[in-house]
């Protein structure tokens, strides 16, 4: 009888280890989980704060240059500010599609054409972190006819004038410079010449 009572409690202690086993890694899965989910959330809080500020800035800059302009086309000539807001003009230099601006694109360039946004415009963000925006103007020229080489009647296609734009574009980021946020919007001034 005694050889029986000592087989059964090592089969109780080996059954009582598994089961601890078994509670520990459900619990581990539990942390990594909830901790997941955490970051999940994070991010997307990050992302909402990110966009916002992007359209803060973007708003910001249209506004200025809507109140300042007036809707009017700028005059020509070197690059301006409307409202402290630099306008950088922009040429594609010969291309006669000329394609839209593109200096925003270059993170360089946010330095010297770009605009930051007056400390406290965001709330939550850091002096340093506040939104941008860049305005570039655009000079569209109206095109029409077949360019592969002139149309059915023999003549090529031809300029019918020329529409301003202006590119808007803004920079957001969240509380931490993972989350980046890009928006951008065209501003036409009439409808051509």
């Given at each position: 009888?005694?050889?029986?009572?000592?087989?059964?409690?090592?089969?109780v202690?080996?059954?009582?280890?598994i089961?601890?086993m078994?509670?520990?890694?459900?619990?581990?899965?539990?942390?990594?989980?909830?901790?997941?989910?955490?970051r999940?959330?994070?991010s997307?809080?990050?992302?909402?704060?990110?966009?916002?500020?992007?359209?803060?800035?973007?708003?910001?800059?249209?506004?200025?240059?809507?109140?300042?302009?007036?809707?009017?086309v700028?005059?020509?000539?070197?690059?301006?500010?409307?409202g402290?807001?630099?306008?950088?003009?922009?040429?594609?230099?010969g291309?006669?599609?000329?394609?839209?601006?593109?200096?925003?694109?270059?993170?360089s360039?946010w330095?010297?054409k770009?605009f930051?946004?007056?400390a406290?415009t965001v709330?939550?963000?850091?002096?340093?972190?506040q939104p941008?925006?860049?305005?570039?103007?655009?000079?569209k020229?109206?095109?029409?006819?077949?360019?592969?080489g002139?149309?059915?009647?023999?003549?090529?296609?031809?300029?019918?004038?020329s529409?301003?734009?202006?590119?808007?574009?803004?920079r957001?980021?969240?509380t931490?410079?993972?989350?980046?946020?890009?928006?951008?919007v065209v501003?036409?001034?009439?409808?051509?010449?």
């Amino acid at each position: 009888m005694r050889k029986l009572h000592s087989a059964q409690r090592g089969f109780v202690m080996l059954t009582s280890m598994i089961f601890l086993m078994v509670l520990t890694m459900l619990a581990i899965t539990a942390v990594r989980r909830a901790t997941q989910e955490e970051r999940f959330a994070r991010s997307i809080r990050e992302q909402n704060i990110a966009f916002q500020a992007a359209e803060t800035a973007l708003r910001y800059c249209q506004k200025n240059f809507e109140l300042t302009n007036k809707g009017d086309v700028l005059p020509a000539g070197l690059d301006k500010l409307v409202g402290n807001i630099p306008v950088n003009q922009y040429s594609q230099g010969g291309d006669p599609s000329n394609p839209p601006p593109t200096l925003w694109s270059v993170r360089s360039n946010w330095a010297t054409k770009g605009f930051r946004l007056p400390a406290g415009t965001v709330a939550n963000l850091d002096a340093g972190q506040q939104p941008e925006c860049m305005v570039e103007a655009w000079y569209k020229p109206l095109l029409t006819g077949n360019f592969s080489g002139g149309s059915s009647s023999g003549q090529g296609g031809g300029n019918l004038g020329s529409q301003y734009a202006y590119v808007f574009t803004a920079r957001g980021q969240g509380t931490s410079n993972l989350s980046v946020i890009w928006l951008q919007v065209v501003l036409y001034i009439g409808a051509g010449n």
